[in-house]
């Protein structure tokens, strides 16, 4: 199957296991975004550039549980004329720490909610027409 690790994933587990992921797309792309963090810091020792594929995702996860992880620098910090510096220098990479040990007792939490929920929609036999 052509796509992302966890595009992949999903399409396998709609197309054969007919899992309807309309109830789990929130775990779900928590999960994923946890799974690029995790891919980062193995990877690319805590660290994203704009230039990544992910730093989009990263920086709006990130943004959305500053609590739990953030960024070491300041990456709306501009120049002197105003502009962003990672703007300037897309290829610079800005360090991310995670903060709190509540950010894996969210995914552990968030985990559980998706497999209680996947497990049973999972089905392998063809649905009849």
Do not use: C
């Not at 999903?10 to 928590?30: G, P, T």
């Not at 959305?64 to 002197?80: A, G, H, Q, V």
Request: charged fraction near 30%; avoid cysteine; hydrophobic fraction near 35%.
């Amino acid at each position: 199957m052509k796509g992302s690790e966890g595009s992949q994933k999903a399409k396998y587990l709609r197309k054969y296991a007919y899992v309807d992921f309309s109830v789990l797309q929130s775990e779900w792309d928590f999960l994923e975004n946890v799974r690029q963090i995790r891919n980062l810091i193995i990877h690319h020792h805590s660290s994203v550039s704009p230039l990544d594929k992910d730093w989009h995702t990263v920086r709006k996860f990130i943004d959305k549980n500053s609590t739990l992880i953030r960024f070491k620098d300041d990456i709306m910090e501009t120049d002197d004329s105003g502009k962003l510096i990672h703007e300037i220098y897309p290829s610079h990479r800005f360090d991310f720490i995670i903060t709190s040990p509540e950010l894996n007792k969210k995914l552990l939490k968030t985990a559980t909610i998706f497999f209680d929920q996947l497990i049973p929609q999972i089905d392998f036999k063809k649905p009849t027409v």
